[in-house]
């Protein structure tokens, strides 16, 4: 049972560059989630979903799109990268309250 | 808004000893209240919750109680071992079912042999 699978899990972006940061869940759960981690901070929600073709911001969306066209994807998008998106980004499935995570992708933009 | 607010860390214990790590949160309503726990390089996993007042989460030693009166949830294990070296995060869940969490900002807990 592969659970919640993010990829990459490492990445250097130069400023301005754009990338897609990848997660699938094999759980069937409707709600999903993208949140970063900063050192020495809590996690903070970037974005969710409560079903396909669904999504909300969080609370810190500012540079990020995202979509979900099915179930099991959600996709997180950096348009612009840069150095303030340095951080961990870990996405996130849940059912009845408990949330599944991946195992995260480690970005730096230079 | 609705926030959860964990002691300072790293806490650092010799194997054995007696763990607490407090944690309070604000909120409307009747949240439910998490433990999440992170081994270094991993993503976070569910340590246990509670869902109502005075209900108490446990697992692997570990156990939490959902105080109202205090709103607290501080975690505590009655003997470390240094398989326990982690970053643990307390969380509350405001809006039903959802899972959407709002985390504190972790604990890092060292256990020295």
């Known amino acids: 049972n592969a659970g919640v699978t993010q990829t990459p899990k490492f990445r250097i972006l130069k400023i301005g560059q754009s990338m897609t940061l990848q997660c699938t869940q094999d759980?069937?759960?409707?709600?999903m989630y993208w949140y970063r981690q900063d050192p020495g901070m809590g996690l903070k929600l970037i974005y969710y979903?409560?079903?396909?073709?669904?999504?909300d911001k969080g609370e810190v969306p500012n540079g990020y799109n995202v979509s979900r066209s099915t179930t099991e994807d959600f996709p997180l998008r950096l348009e612009l990268a840069a150095p303030s998106q340095t951080s961990v980004y870990f996405c996130?499935?849940?059912?009845?309250?408990?949330?599944?995570f991946g195992q995260g992708t480690r970005l730096t933009v230079v | 808004g609705d926030s959860v607010t964990q002691m300072e860390g790293p806490v650092t214990l010799s194997e054995e000893a007696f763990l607490t790590i407090n944690c309070t949160y604000t909120?409307?309503?009747?949240?439910?209240l998490f433990w999440y726990v992170q081994y270094p390089g991993e993503g976070l996993q569910l340590l246990l919750k509670?869902?109502?007042?005075?209900d108490k989460g446990s697992n692997k030693g570990f156990e939490a109680t959902y105080r109202k009166e205090t709103t607290s949830f501080h975690l505590e294990k009655g003997s470390v071992q240094v398989s326990d070296s982690a970053v643990y995060f307390c969380?509350?869940?405001?809006?039903?079912?959802?899972?959407?969490?709002?985390f504190g900002q972790g604990t890092t807990l060292q256990v020295k042999p």
């Open positions: 996130a499935s849940s059912l009845m309250s408990r949330a599944f």
């Open positions: 509670a869902t109502k007042a005075d």
């Open positions: 969380a509350l869940s405001a809006e039903g079912n959802t899972g959407k969490l709002i």
């Open positions: 979903s409560v079903g396909a073709g669904i999504t």
């Open positions: 759980m069937n759960h409707n709600y």
């Open positions: 909120a409307t309503g009747y949240p439910s």
